[in-house]
């Protein structure tokens, strides 16, 4: 998908919690949602696995995309032609943080 796209969807999700975030990415009508979505939830696992963090208080402190490689295609035209066809794709960066772990140390 294009950076664009993308960070129209990034944009709505970050600095919110996890929770929050999965409602509203099932709500978008954007068919770039449904990636990130699974990117979401993928660094949730990896979070609650690894880390052993709960679900519920992990909040998106980070998220960000940019510019990946551009797929060059040609496309056959009339007259043995061939039409160049750019596929832009990105690359997206989410970080996420424990809340509980701040509100201990605030104390």
Known sequence: ???????????????RSYEETLMILELMPYRASYPI??????????????????????????????????????????RGRGYLIKKSTCHITIVLKNISLYKEYEV
């Open 1 to 15: 998908m294009s950076t664009h796209k993308a960070r129209r969807i990034i944009d709505q999700i970050r600095g």
């Open 37 to 78: 979505l699974k990117l979401i939830s993928s660094a949730a696992a990896n979070a609650s696995h690894n880390m052993a963090f709960n679900e519920a208080d992990l909040m998106i402190s980070k998220a960000e995309v940019n510019d990946g490689t551009t797929v060059k295609k040609l496309k056959p035209q009339a």
